[in-house]
């Protein structure tokens, strides 16, 4: 007897003298947003925040959070309810990453429906090993309900929906469709244009199944297709839709490749939610909106680099990718170090490698009517430096200069007087007095990129700063 009473006040519960007869939590909910919804539905607590484990508390297997925006910091707390199991999260404003690593391990069932969630942490590790994805589920599910969002994600749902099945475990995993209505998930997914699909196949016919209308983000490549790049440009093709790039762009699973798309069209078109893997050296994306967001944190391979006419674009963060992170005879000569930002008219932030090697081949920032800032003082060598059409933008300049890089030979050449490093200003950027001074001390290795630059609004400055 001595030993079951004992019992009784272990684990989730703590007997208590507040009431007779009464038991509360050994656990105290800190985050007073949790406490407070709890509350509201009816749970007690006493003056230390310990929940009292009545008929409610004890009886409790799901619990409706949806719409409460309650944060993700205070999903770790709900194992206050020693029976949870399931819980909807539903249109609480989540995205775009959620780390389910917070949610305790006795919650196997929730409903992400209604947020934009496009990355998914805390649900799997998996990598590729002799050619194939080796999974490790992280947190076990029997019920995982998704947004439609979650349909540009590879990297974590696929391995983890993959796995289940060849475990045979029973999950009831769905995400919402177009329509509004949720669907059993599956890794089929569709590229709508019948010309981008064909292009596609044509170096890729391996990930497209059956009847060949969709790809199976979960097939490999062939050993004969890994590493091709997808490098199109069309002005009169018949292409008129990118859509279903995202499924290429976001498998961290394939082997290095890169991926250049130019649109010739009047009005840009948009695709979902990029996130690059560490497995894309280069990405070219001209005249293709992104208002899903861009986020660039696992692009560690990432050296080539371009948005043009992307009219949706409003920060980039290249802290994580190679740009400036590379030694000279690191340089690939096909995906060169080098950055390219033109006509994104709502980019305001722009975040380049703070601890890096300095160096660049083509630094290029043109026509960015709502840019504020520019950090290029950890510059050491370039090649080519155009800077124009900045109205806004405080641009900080290099302030140790000495080389410029040849990306030809994978060569640094030291600063020789006549001019070496090509630099491009239009007149507003000039107008700034940290231009004048940055040209005025580097005046002997700059040369005028006037000619390179005329069509982009591009000044004779070396006529002005002789």
């Known amino acids: 007897m001595g030993v079951a009473a004992l019992a009784l006040c272990l684990g989730f519960t703590a007997c208590s003298d507040d009431e007779e007869g009464s038991s509360y939590s050994t656990a105290t909910v800190q985050n007073t947003e949790l406490k407070t919804i709890l509350a509201q539905k009816g749970y007690q607590f006493n003056a230390d925040g310990n929940l009292l484990l009545d008929e409610l508390a004890n009886n409790t297997t799901t619990l409706d959070l949806s719409g409460t925006n309650i944060s993700t910091d205070a999903l770790a707390e709900l194992s206050i ?12 404003g989540y995205g775009p990453i959620i780390d389910l690593s917070t949610l305790p391990e006795q919650i196997t069932g929730i409903d992400l429906r209604g947020n934009k969630i496009y990355d998914f942490e805390g649900l799997v590790n998996a990598s590729v090993v002799n050619d194939e994805v080796q999974t490790t589920i992280l947190h076990k599910l029997t019920k995982l ?4 969002t979650a349909k540009w994600n590879v990297e974590d749902l696929m391995p983890f929906y993959t796995k289940n099945q060849a475990d045979g475990t029973n999950v009831d995993m769905q995400m919402v469709d177009e329509d509004g209505n949720l669907q059993a998930y599956n890794t089929l997914r569709e590229i709508p244009d019948e010309a981008f699909r064909s292009y596609l196949k044509s170096l890729y016919s391996s990930l497209f199944p059956n009847d060949g209308t969709q790809i199976d983000i979960s097939r490999p490549m062939q050993i004969s297709e890994e590493g091709s790049p997808i490098d199109l440009y069309w002005g009169d093709a018949d292409i008129v839709s990118a859509e279903g790039i995202e499924y290429f762009i ?3 699973y394939y082997k290095d490749f890169a991926v250049s798309i130019t649109m010739m069209t009047e009005t840009p078109y948009s695709v979902g939610y990029l996130m690059p893997g560490a497995n894309i050296k280069g990405l070219v994306l001209v005249n293709i909106n992104t208002p899903e967001g861009v986020n660039l944190s696992k692009a560690s391979k990432l050296a080539y680099i371009g948005f043009v006419g992307n009219q949706s674009l409003t920060s980039l963060d290249l802290s994580n990718t190679l740009f400036m992170q590379q030694n000279i005879e690191d340089f ?16 305001t932030q722009v975040k380049l490698p703070s601890n890096n090697k300095g160096l660049a081949v083509l630094l290029q920032l043109t026509d960015l009517p709502s840019l504020e800032s520019i950090d290029l003082s950890s510059l050491v060598g370039i090649q080519n430096l155009a800077l124009l059409n900045l109205p806004k933008c405080s641009i900080t300049y290099p302030e140790n200069l000495q080389y410029e890089v040849n990306a030809a030979y994978k060569r640094l050449d030291a600063f020789t007087e006549g ?4 630099l491009a200003v239009s007149q507003d950027v000039f107008d700034m007095s940290e231009t004048v001074s ?14 390179s630059y005329s069509d982009y609004g591009a000044i004779r400055w070396s006529k002005q700063i002789k």
């Open 250 to 252: 976001n498998n961290p």
């Open 145 to 148: 309900y998704l947004p439609e």
């Open 438 to 451: 940055f040209i005025t001390k580097y005046r002997d290795y700059l040369k005028d990129g006037f000619t």
């Open 419 to 422: 001019g070496t490093v090509e």
């Open 81 to 92: 309810l020693p029976n949870l199991t399931e819980v909807d999260l539903s249109d609480n």
């Open 332 to 347: 690939d000569q096909t995906y060169m170090n080098a950055f390219m930002c033109i006509s994104c008219e709502s980019l």
